[in-house]
């Protein structure tokens, strides 16, 4: 039996491209103690991915060259060197984007039960990351009040699509923003915001104009997922001690050289507001809590979301470049196996 | 008699010039009901004035075209309609550059007792705004605890000197960014800062990397007085949940066109830190608590600080310029009359 791999070949610069990868076939790894063997099914693919790509210092640390491209994965234990881990087992596990993976018993890896979800691809999106990061960015570090309203960018996104709609299940005036008629459109049709901004083609203070419009009470969360101008116009229409729980930055991820940051930073003294970098392994004794509620809530079809799921690990930077292009509607999914051998 | 007043001509176009400002001689103004009469002796001159000039919404509507421009002052009463205030009070209050001013009895107005100071001074320095905004920005909003880094910005200045001198208090080490050697010479000589960075003549990375070495263990809390490329710099260096509190951005207030943002503002992801604004009006029921506190660290000699005083209504362009080119030692007041007449 042999395992193909995607590992990085050299950095890229802006946009990945297909020089930027190899594609390698090897012999399956062995298991140490104490570890098991993946074979993976599901490969989550994230703008954070992209990040880890560069050679920069974040929290985790860069992908190394030579490496396979660092994934959360859903797959099927192989072989197993640990007693909790039997053949057959489903798991969660942070891999790579390769047909088999050797992995720790602890850390990032757990067991998951394919009977509790529809799909099992609903762990890399609701109940993984995609909706731990919406719930807890949200609750936990935008502490959203019912009446307040919470603007949110991506909101097309993953994790924007349930911001919105968590923040309604609060009480919320949920307001997304996001690129093009289509996605403005699935924003209220499909995911209930209460009404939706139009990023493309607007310069800062157009775009904050048409915030402003929007939100004519003010922003009192901005939840943000795209950093730059977005931000830079979302800021301009805080409302005193304003809270901005900070996901991530994808407008930024392909910059080939050092991008100005946004524009407006001077509102968080004028309205003594919060803005606030989180990751969720911060939040991972809220974890139960957490998948528990977003689980009920779906039991309640309280929530509405999306996965697009490409296949074959030869797609993978074509899929993995739908982030950067927005061709994508809802959690980005690349299968790399047949559910069941 | 007369009252001479400086008032705001038209809005000023980068630094402030003579053409900005009129100094006009009128009647004395009349208390109304429940007010009172002041007349001024001490001028605050500070950073935040230059910020109401603007045509810009911020946490003070803007100085109106015509209006004085808008200061703290301490003064005398010289009439009461009032039954607390007797003429001859001393009093704190939010008035303007003007020999007299009208002010409420309530709201920014407050008694002060001359005898608690070593000069009326004071109230506008080290117990006043300037005082206040380093012991609770630095105590409740950036939290710093013992053994951490506490970088300041703008250290020579009369509030990032004090935040150096609270963080040493609370058992921190303290590493001050000014502007030119003499002014570092000062952060460690005078007001006992663990380390200085000079910022002038210095990029971005430049600058990030004199202060990775002047914090070895990072920053754990950073106290911005500047904005734009220190900030940046800062960013950098931050430490996992590191804290930055905002108290302004000097380095943008003249600025004729948008500047842009700091960069690194991805840092606060990558190490999920907080950036917040403050203003000390949300202390307000705090302020026993921190000027009880400052003033026992004053008279236990634990906290030096500087004022520079100028003199004369006439030199108002003058002074507050001073500001900007750095040219004062502490924090900047203007005296427009004697003490007693």
């Not at 063997?37 to 030579?66: H, K, T, V």
């Amino acid at each position: 039996m042999e395992n193909t791999r995607v590992l990085l070949k050299q950095r890229p610069a802006g946009i990945p491209k297909a020089d930027d990868f190899a594609w390698v076939t090897e012999p399956l790894p062995e298991p140490g103690r104490e570890q098991i063997l993946i074979r993976n099914i599901y490969c989550s693919l994230d703008p954070a991915q992209r990040g880890w790509m560069d050679d920069a210092e974040s929290y985790f640390p860069p992908i190394e060259l030579g490496e396979s491209i660092r994934a959360t994965t859903v797959g099927q234990v192989a072989a197993s060197n640990h007693p909790d881990y039997q053949p057959g087992d489903y798991v969660v596990a942070l891999t790579g984007v390769e047909h088999y993976a050797v992995a720790d018993a602890v850390g990032f890896t757990s067991k998951v039960d394919p009977s509790f979800v529809r799909s099992l691809t609903n762990y890399l999106s609701i109940l993984g990351a995609v909706g731990l990061t919406a719930y807890f960015g949200l609750l936990e570090v935008g502490k959203p009040k019912a009446g307040e309203t919470v603007l949110v960018s991506g909101a097309a996104g993953a994790v924007g699509s349930l911001v919105g709609q968590i923040a309604k299940l609060q009480g919320c005036r949920a307001v997304g923003i996001a690129g093009g008629p289509e996605k403005c459109k699935r924003l209220t049709d499909v995911y209930g915001f209460d009404t939706a901004v139009d990023y493309r083609g607007k310069d800062v203070p157009t775009l904050a104009a048409d915030i402003k419009a929007a939100c004519p009470d003010g922003v009192d969360v901005y939840f943000d997922t795209v950093g730059g101008d977005v931000l830079a116009a979302a800021l301009a229409n805080i409302n005193d001690n304003a809270r901005l729980p900070l996901c991530g930055m994808i407008s930024q991820y392909n910059a080939t050289e050092p991008v100005p940051g946004p524009t407006n930073v001077w509102q968080l003294i004028a309205k003594t507001a919060r803005m606030e970098g989180f990751l969720i392994r911060d939040f991972l004794d809220k974890f139960p809590e957490g998948i528990g509620q977003m689980a009920q809530w779906i039991a309640e079809d309280k929530l509405v979301f999306q996965e697009h799921v490409d296949e074959g690990i030869e797609n993978f930077l074509t899929s993995f470049n739908r982030l950067f292009s927005g061709d994508h509607n809802g959690k980005l999914i690349l299968q790399i196996a047949p559910e069941s051998v």
